[in-house]
Nanobody
Framework: QVQLTETGGGMVQAGGSLRLSCTVS????????MGWFRQAPGKEREFVAR????????LYTPSVQGRFSISRDNAKNTVYLQMNNLKPEDTAVYYC????????????WGQGTQVTVSS
């Protein structure tokens, strides 16, 4: 059974940094895409960033471009989201998701980790 386990959330002041991790078990990643999403209170879940596993190509939503960085560790089957210069509007529950490269729908999700940025 495929499981995604997230760690690394917390509370920081504006301008601070956090690194989220998402480890995948039950599957060897290859032709997959790992994504980070977030959901703020009262809002819908939104795309943050994604990385194509075999190529390492990345994509970011404009609001985090230049502040967030997504990366992967093949040996650990883990994807990271380095978040710098955090802003209060980044406050949300962050989720990692997994999909096949041939689809657009993410079928596996982590449990979510809270990120709170105070002003």
């Amino acid at each position: 059974q495929v499981q995604l386990t997230e760690t690394g959330g917390g509370m920081v002041q504006a301008g601070g940094s956090l690194r989220l991790s998402c480890t995948v078990s039950g599957l060897t990643l290859s032709n997959h895409v790992m994504g980070w999403f977030r959901q703020a209170p009262g809002k819908e879940r939104e795309f943050v960033a994604r990385i194509t596993w075999f190529s390492g190509s990345t994509l970011y939503t404009p609001s985090v471009q230049g502040r967030f960085s997504i990366s992967r560790d093949n040996a650990k089957n883990t994807v990271y989201l380095q978040m710098n210069n955090l802003k209060p509007e980044d406050t949300a529950v962050y989720y990692c998701g997994l999909r096949s490269i041939v689809t657009t729908q993410y079928n596996n999700w982590g449990q979510g980790t809270q990120v709170t940025v105070s002003s």
